[in-house]
């Protein structure tokens, strides 16, 4: 169905550590609901290489999505999370980490989901773009709570 898919993209702030060090953090998967909200739980159940396969519980507000997915580690630059189980048609999530000069770099998170139920698409289009900047801003919190005290 058209226009049941949502798009968004948040880049964050410049992160005084190196792509490693930020990459390891968005690796961190089974971690994730320590630190971002968003989270219920995150279970990596098979890793082949750089493609780990993860049940996860996600939650929107008083919705509950659990799903399997498919996550394929570029380090130390990106994470694809893909998945198409059900609830969703498409569930695509990328963290980038870019190097900025002269140390440093910056997070960005990109996500794509199409939900298989046009009732609860219109909620997760209104929750994914305060649901993406709050990820962003734990993972930026949960970097300088990790590698902060060590560079001091």
């Given amino acids: ?53 993860v049940e996860q519980i996600m939650g929107l507000g008083p919705i509950r999505l659990p799903f399997t997915s498919k996550a394929v580690l570029q380090r130390p630059h990106r994470i694809d999370v893909t998945s198409s189980d059900p609830p ?28 298989e139920s046009a009732l609860l698409q219109p909620i997760v289009n209104r929750l994914l773009p305060p649901a993406i900047d709050d990820i962003v801003e734990s993972f930026e919190a949960r970097a300088h709570s990790l590698y902060a005290a060590a560079k001091g």
């Fill in 1 to 53: 169905m058209p226009g049941l898919r949502y798009a968004v993209e948040k880049a964050g702030a410049l992160l005084p550590f190196s792509c490693e060090q930020v990459f390891d953090v968005a690796a961190d998967i089974e971690r994730y609901p320590q630190f971002l909200k968003w989270w219920i739980s995150a279970k990596i159940r098979r890793r082949e290489l750089n493609v780990w396969y």
């Fill in 88 to 115: 969703f048609r498409k569930y695509d999530l990328t963290w980038n980490i870019a190097s900025c000069a002269p140390a440093g770099c910056r997070v960005s998170v990109a996500a794509e989901f199409e939900l």
